[in-house]
């Protein structure tokens, strides 16, 4: 577990994340906040399922599916239907939209993790999210309509090509966090070797669940990465 905090912050009692870090980074622009993150270092571990038919909670999903940790995908709609191309083992359970606020594409392809504005088709694995919150190694600049503060979850990659997960969050709620227009500076802010970074679903429908870690949903998640014990 680690910290962003601001100069002189008032001490905040310890949560499920755990005990707060004796040396915090420092981010005066942006307050305090707290985050973990999930690294991917073998992909032939890495699965992505649908959780729309017969949904469960991410806690049944990490035991049934032996995940090490479990991270939320993307969105989904009230008919629950993924919001846009969602592919599975090569077979694509959804198709592309356009919108202009999931404008992103996180494709998985032998070995390797790529976020960008258009989908692989011949991914293993996929599913387009958004907005896109890194790319080329700059913070984008978002402007969101009724933003509001949320926990945030996002995939990441690295300039060695490292696929990591992340969540930020408030220290007074679990579920609540930074604005959506905020977080790519504070993507970038916890690790400045990010080159591309993708926004995933977050608030109450979302999950992210380590050995460390146990941030539950307080609504069904629509799909998770999971990334399998060895």
């Given at each position: 577990m680690?910290?962003?905090?601001?100069v002189?912050?008032?001490?905040?009692?310890?949560?499920s994340?755990?005990?707060?870090?004796?040396s915090?980074?420092?981010?005066q622009?942006?307050?305090e906040?707290?985050?973990?993150?999930?690294?991917?270092?073998?992909?032939?571990?890495?699965?992505?399922?649908?959780?729309?038919?017969?949904?469960?909670?991410?806690?049944?999903l990490?035991?049934a599916?032996?995940?090490?940790?479990?991270?939320?995908?993307?969105?989904?709609?009230?008919?629950?239907q993924?919001?846009?191309?969602?592919?599975?083992?090569?077979r694509?359970?959804?198709?592309?939209?356009n919108?202009?606020?999931?404008?992103?594409?996180?494709?998985?392809?032998?070995?390797?993790?790529e976020?960008?504005?258009?989908?692989?088709?011949?991914?293993d694995?996929?599913?387009?999210?958004?907005?896109?919150?890194?790319?080329?190694a700059?913070p984008?600049?978002?402007?969101?309509?009724?933003?509001?503060?949320?926990?945030?979850?996002?995939?990441?990659?690295?300039?060695?090509?490292?696929?990591?997960?992340?969540?930020?969050?408030?220290?007074?709620?679990?579920?609540?966090?930074?604005?959506l227009?905020?977080?790519?500076?504070?993507?970038?802010?916890?690790?400045?070797?990010?080159v591309?970074a993708?926004?995933?679903?977050?608030?109450?429908?979302s999950?992210?669940?380590?050995?460390?870690?146990?941030?539950?949903?307080?609504?069904?998640?629509?799909?998770?990465?999971?990334?399998?014990?060895?």
């Open positions: 680690s910290w962003l905090t601001v002189n912050p008032v001490p905040s009692p310890s949560t994340l755990g005990v707060i870090d004796p915090p980074a420092v981010l622009e942006f307050g906040f707290r985050y973990s993150q999930a690294i991917v270092n073998d992909f032939s571990r890495l699965r992505l399922f649908s959780n729309l038919v017969e949904p469960k909670s991410a806690a049944e990490a035991a599916k032996n995940c090490e940790f479990l991270v939320n995908a993307g969105f989904y709609d009230i008919s629950n993924h919001l846009g191309w969602f592919q599975v083992n090569g694509e359970l959804s198709p592309k939209q919108n202009r606020l999931f404008d992103g594409y996180l494709s998985i392809t032998s070995g390797a993790a976020i960008g504005f258009a989908p692989r088709p011949a991914a694995f996929g599913l387009q999210s958004g907005p896109v919150l890194v790319f080329d700059k984008l600049k978002l402007t969101i309509k009724d933003d509001q503060p949320r926990r945030r979850m996002a995939a990441a990659i690295t300039q060695d090509e490292q696929l990591i997960f992340l969540v930020i969050l408030s220290p007074q709620s679990d579920y609540s966090g930074p604005l227009a905020d977080t790519p500076r504070i993507v970038l802010s916890i690790n400045q070797d990010i591309a993708i926004n995933l679903d977050g608030g109450s429908a999950a992210f669940i380590t050995p460390e870690v146990n941030l539950p949903e307080y609504q069904p998640i629509g799909g998770y990465f999971c990334y399998t014990k060895l």
